[in-house]
Every structure is written in C-alpha cells, then in structure tokens.
C-alpha cells in the first residue's frame, strides 16, 4: 500500500482527552478517532492490527475444533427475561423499544442467545459436545468509559459458548478454550497471568481471568510467588490469622471523639493504632440496608458482599440514609444497638477490646467484642486482600498485589441458562438432559491496547510482528530523487511479490517526518532508499532494536522475509 493513497492522519501532539499510553499512542499513530464517549471509530491501520489480533484468536479457536457463526447484536428481552439478566445488567444494558413497543436491547453479551440457537438445533446426545463462537461488536453502558479502549461502551469481543452431555465434558471444553487462549495471547507476544476470578453476572462455579499486567489497568491481581497462586482481588481470599491475644474482656464504655469521622483523624485523636478499630459502613443492597465490619485499616469487598447478599447491586448508602440508620452523622456507625443486619469480617471476629463509632456523633466505643456486646448476622470473609496477607493457598507465602488489565475471561456456566431456556437433549437412554455450558470471551480491543502498552517507546508503537498492520515500511527519503524512488519502486514491489504486507511511503515529505511517522506507527521493519541508493545500498532498520545497518537491496529484502517467517 502506498502511503500517498492511504488514510493516515497521524497527529504530533498528544491529544488533551487521552490519559494512557496506548490511548494516546492510537489516537496519535491514526489508528482510530473518538465518536462519542467511549466510542470509536477504526481507521484504516487501527482495523488492520484488530483484524491481525482477530485471525490470532480465529485460528486457535479452529484448533480447538470450536465453529464459527454470527448472532445479531440487537436482541429481544424475552431470553434475558427467561434467565433474569434483563434485571442483572441494570443501568449497563442499552435497551430500546422497537415500534411495536416491544423491548430490545444491544447485545452486551450473548449466553442466552447461544443457548436458543442450540435449543432449536440439537436433539441427542450423538451431536455434543459443541463449541459455538463469534467475533462480534458488544454494547455496555459504562458509566465512566475512559482510557480509550480498555473501558469504552462499543467493544469487538470473541465469546464462544460449549455444551457438553456433563461435568466431565465441560471440564475438556474449558481445558480446550484455555489452552487455546494462552496459545493466542503468546502469539500476541503478551506478558500476562492466568488468575482466579468471580463469575460476576454471568453465574456458574467458576471463572479464570487472563490479565496483563499494568499501573493503569483497572482490576487488581493478588499472587503469591512461593506457590504460584493468582486471584482478581474480587475473588482472592483472605485467610484470618488466629488472635494471641489472651487478654480478657472488657465492659464497654463511650468515649467523647470530637471531629474523628474517619479512621485517620480518630487514629490521631486516641494516638492508637488502626488495626484496634473496626469501622462500620452501611450499604445499601438492592433494597435493603446492611452494616458490614471490617478492620479499620481493611477495605470492604463489595463483589464478596454483593455475592453473599445475592444482591444484583451494592453501594454505600447515601449520607442521609447512614443518620437516619444511626442518628449520627457519617462516621460514627456502629453495631451496638442498630437495627439493621451487622455482617462481620473474619478478621474482626477474632479481635478483642476493639473500637467502633457508637451511632452517636462525636462518641465512640472502647472495649467492645463480638458476641459479648453484640450479635453479629454472620460472620464471614467480606475484605480485600492486601499485601503482605498470608496465601490463602501454600499459607506459607505472602501474598503481592499489583493492577491488571483483563484481555480474557473463561467460564463453567453450568446448567444457568440452560435450565432457564428450557434447552434439552436426549440422551443414550432416550431420556430428557440439560447440557452443560461454558463460556469464553476475549477483549479485542483490549489486546490492541494491552500490547501497545507492553510495546511501545518514547517514539511510538513498537508492534509485535503476529499482530503489525504492515511488517516492513518501505522509505524513499527524497521524493524528489529519481534513483531513490526507483530503488524504493523496486524493493516494494518485491516485497509484495513474495507476499509481505509492506506499507511504502512515498509521500513528497521531509526524511525526517517519514522517520518520525514510521517509529510512530511501529512497523517491525524499514528499509529506506536514501542517498547510497545510485550505490546500490539501503538502511535497514528493525523497530524494536533502533539498529540500523546498510546493505544491499536484494540482502534486504531476503532479510525481512527471513525475519517475519522466524516470526509469524
């Protein structure tokens, strides 16, 4: 492709709007161009390397015998209804009226749809197992779309459903689809990890997330490096260590606290330390109110509430509803006398002689303890891991935490949603069963994102080969000189003789602004027709080495296909 003909709008300046490096380094390397919030446009470039990532994904889905087709992705309700995820998905689930005023909605993601495709298609047990899947635009309404692509509200997703006779087969499938997704995430030349994770709205017993590691990614890993154990923090269990404290119980008292809402100033105001409170928040879930207890140097995991709860939506409550629970105002919660379901931390229930507000403003408890001075509704595992935590695996090692960007998300559905849709076959015995499913989705657009931001200098992309919208750049460096436009003619015909995907620029630029924008664009290799081109003599340069070294046209040549075939 000459680049004279292509749509290539590269920009020097950072845009205002973009906060990550891969962010910037789309909008800047044209890849793409923002629409509206959290939507985006694909450029001619930005489409290439999505198509690359695509054919990744597409060849090792085939390996692992799964089929491909192609759902709508504007739905009806009624399935969502049968399955209950027409309330689940909430305010993220774009939902419209066609004129009939029946209710529709864009596919967020597509179990339901699946399971009716494989409901009115499969009768015995002689045609499973069956692993169905897509590459397919998805719809999410995301509150805060940021970060360009990482969490944007239109989304290219691979999600691929099986549907096996039992648990043994399910267990195959899922083997099958991570096999086949770490294959293609190493084809990606991505740096991830493999971690535990909560099944969230999609249900079932149990789900593994593919992660990336990064500052900006916006869930949180905790591993342990002594036994290899991953968990999203989500998940992660936290393991209460056993209290040595043989002091004995004492009998409560108020104390007078002026101005210590928070933990920090009430730490300061006792000269005490964090770990002898335990704070009380008041959560509204769905609708009902909860107080949940937690150390008072601990989070609260609101997806291990919510989960508990069975609750399709946790937050904390709003200002005005925490003093009409308490009669105080925020910050001096309580489990003494409060009159709604007080859920204690494992940790919690294993401390003495601890703190807590005493649903009076400006007063606090000292000396309270569990059982004694209040009955908790359960006691159970409700906080975030942090570092330093003991495995909840080897329990020998010390767990780290570190953020992560989600690329792929693996699934054991089990019979949610065929059961919900009524989906049978006929098994060996001529008898009615329910298949078994499991579903498996990876971020398209996120991959791009993800290895632009494992990819990438001070001078722009720096592409993986498997996944360069181009493998080599072919550059004259003057425009203006016949003998470098002829040689630079020459080597890119070449190239595309024997099949290399080569981008030729041959703009009438300066050298300089066609250097600046082939680092920009990170095409793995360039060959540049310059002022030894009457000499016979090129540059040839490898994106990801900065090196540059000259030979001979047909040397260079033989060298990029020697290259992309050691790579591809």
């Not at 897509?134 to 549907?163: H, L, N």
């Not at 190493?186 to 590691?213: H, P």
Request: glycine content about 8%; hydrophobic content about 40%.
């Amino acid at each position: 492709m000459r680049l004279s003909k292509y749509l290539l709008p590269t920009l020097r300046e950072v845009p205002a709007e973009a906060e990550i490096e891969s962010h910037k380094l789309m909008l800047r390397a044209g890849m793409m161009r923002k629409l509206a919030s959290g939507v985006y446009s694909y450029l001619p470039l930005g489409l290439k390397a999505l198509r690359n990532v695509e054919k990744i994904i597409k060849n090792e889905m085939e390996n692992a015998d799964a089929v491909e087709l192609l759902m709508p992705a504007l739905l009806p309700a009624e399935s969502y209804m049968a399955s209950g995820r027409w309330e689940v998905f909430g305010s993220s689930m774009f939902r419209l009226k066609d004129r009939g005023n029946r209710d529709f909605c864009l596919g967020p993601t597509h179990e339901e749809i699946f399971t009716d495709t494989v409901k009115n298609s499969i009768k015995s047990y002689k045609q499973l197992p069956l692993i169905l899947y897509q590459s397919q635009t998805k719809y999410r309404d995301e509150a805060r779309p940021r970060f360009g692509v990482i969490r944007s509200r239109e989304f290219v997703m691979k999600d691929a459903y099986s549907f096996d006779v039992d648990e043994k087969g399910l267990d195959v499938s899922y083997d099958k689809m991570y096999r086949a997704y770490r294959k293609a995430f190493d084809k990606m030349e991505l740096d991830y990890i493999v971690v535990d994770a909560d099944s969230g709205a999609m249900g079932g017993s149990g789900s593994q997330e593919f992660m990336v590691k990064s500052d900006i990614g916006e869930d949180t890993i905790v591993y342990c490096e002594k036994c290899g154990y991953s968990a999203n923090i989500e998940k992660a269990q936290c393991i209460a260590e056993k209290s040595d404290d043989d002091s004995k119980m004492k009998d409560y008292e108020k104390i007078y606290t002026p101005n210590s809402k928070t933990i920090e100033e009430l730490t300061e105001f006792l000269k005490s330390n964090p770990k002898y409170f335990a704070k009380t928040l008041i959560y509204r879930a769905d609708d009902k109110f909860v107080a949940v207890m937690v150390r008072g140097d601990r989070d609260v995991n609101e997806v291990k509430l919510a989960n508990h709860l069975g609750a399709v939506e946790v937050e904390l409550a709003a200002p005005a509803d925490v003093i009409e629970i308490t009669h105080a105002q925020v910050g001096f919660a309580g489990p003494i006398g409060i009159d709604i379901d007080v859920l204690v931390d494992n940790e919690v229930a294993n401390m003495k002689n601890f703190i807590v507000g005493a649903n009076e403003t400006d007063y606090h408890y000292i000396n309270v303890n569990i059982n004694k001075d209040f009955t908790p509704a359960f006691v159970g595992d409700f906080r975030n891991s942090t570092p330093g935590d003991k495995c909840p695996h080897c329990h020998e090692g010390k767990v780290k935490v570190c953020k992560g960007i989600e690329i792929g998300h693996i699934f054991k559905l089990g019979k949610k949603y065929t059961e919900a849709l009524e989906c049978t076959f006929l098994d060996e015995n001529g008898k009615k069963a329910v298949p078994i499913m499991g579903c498996y989705g990876i971020g398209v657009n996120r991959c791009i994102a993800a290895i632009i931001e494992q990819n990438c200098d001070e001078r722009g992309i720096i592409w993986p080969m498997s996944v360069a919208p181009f493998k080599v750049i072919v550059v004259s460096a003057n425009s203006k000189d016949a003998s470098q436009v002829e040689l630079a003619d020459k080597i890119y015909n070449e190239l595309k003789a024997n099949g290399i995907e080569v981008l030729y620029d041959d703009r009438n630029e300066r050298a300089g602004v066609k250097f600046n924008d082939a680092d920009l664009i990170g095409i793995p290799l360039r060959i540049t027709a310059g002022k030894k081109s009457g000499e016979g003599i090129v540059e040839f340069k490898e994106r990801r080495s900065g090196e540059v070294t000259e030979m001979t046209p047909e040397v260079a040549v033989k060298k990029c296909i020697g290259i992309i075939k050691s790579q591809m």
